[in-house]
């Protein structure tokens, strides 16, 4: 079965702080992945995602992502924190080939403290 | 464009009541899915549709209808509410499934009393 494990319901940055929301799948093929973000009392939006090619991604606000096979991670990252950034952060995957559905981790609350 | 949009923002039930949450988009998507979105439970799959006339349940589809006659609409029914289905609602909707992804309705917060 499909699985996405999102490590730390809440992480808490200073701004200026590097960034680091990880996230984890199961999965006996490489799936795609996504990363959304919501604000709150909003839908979900898309940040990044990764299908095929380059394993670094690059996505709106200056975020950025790395699939790494090998650790089964495509953990999300942004060098320096604004405090903007504070909002729920979902993983998602979805198999390739397989009628469709996606999984969602089970969210990251980021907090930018001033 | 809409984009994909909902109806109602909020509503307040009584157990045992019907309804229908409505959920339209405008991109010609073939995909359309809803999901509840629950604290600490992330999003969870209640039916999903991949084109008119074709819908599958998710994780969680007890207590909830579809139906998908046009590409467009894709309303969820609540047939008897409970409790248990106080939740914020998303619609979403996509190219098609696999590598798109999908675009998000602003959600209906729902409460069951």
């Known amino acids: 079965a499909q699985s996405v494990t999102q490590l730390g319901s809440h992480v808490s940055v200073s701004e200026g702080a590097l960034v680091l929301l990880r996230c984890n799948y199961s999965s006996s093929v490489p799936p795609y992945l996504f990363w959304y973000v919501q604000y709150p009392n909003q839908g979900l939006q898309l940040l990044l995602k990764y299908t095929t090619g380059a394993t670094l991604v690059k996505g709106i606000n200056g975020f950025e992502a790395e699939f790494k096979k090998s650790e089964t991670s495509f953990h999300l990252t942004k060098p320096s924190a604004h405090m903007s950034d504070a909002a729920e952060y979902f993983c998602?995957?979805?198999?390739?080939?397989?009628?469709?559905?996606?999984?969602f981790g089970t969210g990251t609350s980021l907090t930018v403290i001033p | 464009n809409a984009g994909v949009t909902q109806t109602p923002k909020f509503q307040v039930l009584k157990t045992g009541q019907s309804m229908t949450l409505q959920c339209a988009q405008d991109m010609n998507h073939e995909y359309m899915s809803w999901y509840r979105q629950d604290p600490g439970m992330g999003l969870r799959l209640i039916h999903y549709?991949?084109?008119?006339?074709?819908?599958d349940q998710g994780e969680v589809p007890n207590g909830y209808n579809v139906s998908r006659s046009t590409t467009e609409d894709f309303p969820l029914r609540l047939l008897s509410a409970a409790p248990s289905q106080t939740s914020v609602y998303f619609c979403?909707?996509?190219?098609?499934?696999?590598?798109?992804?999908?675009?998000f309705g602003p959600g209906t917060r729902l409460t069951v009393t």
């Open positions: 979403a909707s996509s190219y098609a499934q696999g590598a798109y992804e999908q675009y």
């Open positions: 998602a995957v979805s198999l390739p080939g397989i009628g469709n559905q996606f999984y």
């Open positions: 549709s991949v084109g008119a006339g074709i819908t």
